[in-house]
C-alpha cells in the first residue's frame, strides 16, 4: 500500500484529465472508463491508508543526529517526470493503455519494493517532506547508524529527535 502512495499524485493527474474529458464530452462513460476511474479512485483511497498506516509502525526510538544529507533531489524528478508524462500521453478510451498503464505500475511496483525503495514517495515530497541520509547513534547505545529518514522541513545535525525505524527502509524523524 506504500507502493501505492507513490504513485498518488500520477493517479489524480489521470482522474482530472479523465474526469475533464468525461465533462467536456470528449469521453463517453462506459465500462473500461468507469472501471479506470474506479480504479484510480481505489489506489488513491489504499495509498492514502498506506501512508497513515506507515506513519504509526516502526521502532520509537530518540536518537541523535550525528549527520544529515538531504538526497531529495536525486529520487524526485524520475518519478515526477514519469507521471507528467503518463498523464499527458495516456489514452483511456484504449484497452491497450489501461493494460499497458497496470503493468507499468506492476514493473515498477517489483523494482520498488525489492529494492526497499519505500522512502521514494513524490507525495511526501510534494507536501513538504525530504529525505534525508542520516549518520545517528540511539540513545544509550555507543553504535552509531545509517539509514535514510523522512523528515518534515529541513533536518539539522547535532540534535536529538523522536524517530520510528522499520527494517524496510521507511524510517520517518518527527520535530
Known amino acids: 500500500m506504500l507502493y501505492l502512495s507513490a504513485f498518488i499524485?500520477?493517479?489524480v493527474l489521470l482522474i482530472v484529465k479523465i474526469s475533464i474529458q468525461l465533462i467536456n464530452k470528449n469521453l463517453h462513460v462506459n465500462l473500461l472508463n468507469s472501471l479506470m476511474l474506479g480504479l484510480l479512485c481505489l489506489f488513491v483511497g489504499f495509498g492514502v491508508l498506506g501512508l497513515l498506516f506507515a506513519f504509526e509502525t516502526g521502532k520509537k526510538v530518540q536518537i541523535y543526529v550525528i549527520s544529515s544529507q538531504n538526497i531529495t533531489e536525486k529520487h524526485f524528478l524520475g518519478y515526477f517526470s514519469l507521471f507528467?508524462?503518463?498523464?499527458?500521453?495516456f489514452e483511456i478510451e484504449y484497452v491497450a493503455m489501461a493494460v499497458v498503464f497496470l503493468l507499468i505500475?506492476?514493473?515498477?511496483?517489483?523494482?520498488?519494493?525489492k529494492n526497499n525503495l519505500f522512502y521514494i514517495n513524490p507525495l511526501l515530497n510534494i507536501i513538504g517532506f525530504s529525505f534525508y541520509k542520516v549518520e545517528y547513534s540511539v540513545e544509550g547505545e555507543s553504535k552509531t547508524y545509517s539509514a535514510t529518514f523522512l523528515f518534515f522541513g529541513n533536518l539539522i545535525a547535532n540534535q536529538s529527535h523522536l524517530a520510528y525505524?522499520?527494517?524496510?527502509?521507511?524510517?520517518?524523524?518527527k520535530k
Open 9 to 11: 499524485p500520477l493517479y
Open 84 to 89: 507528467v508524462l503518463f498523464a499527458l500521453s
Open 105 to 113: 505500475l506492476i514493473m515498477v511496483g517489483v523494482v520498488y519494493v
Open 165 to 173: 525505524v522499520t527494517p524496510c527502509n521507511f524510517n520517518l524523524i
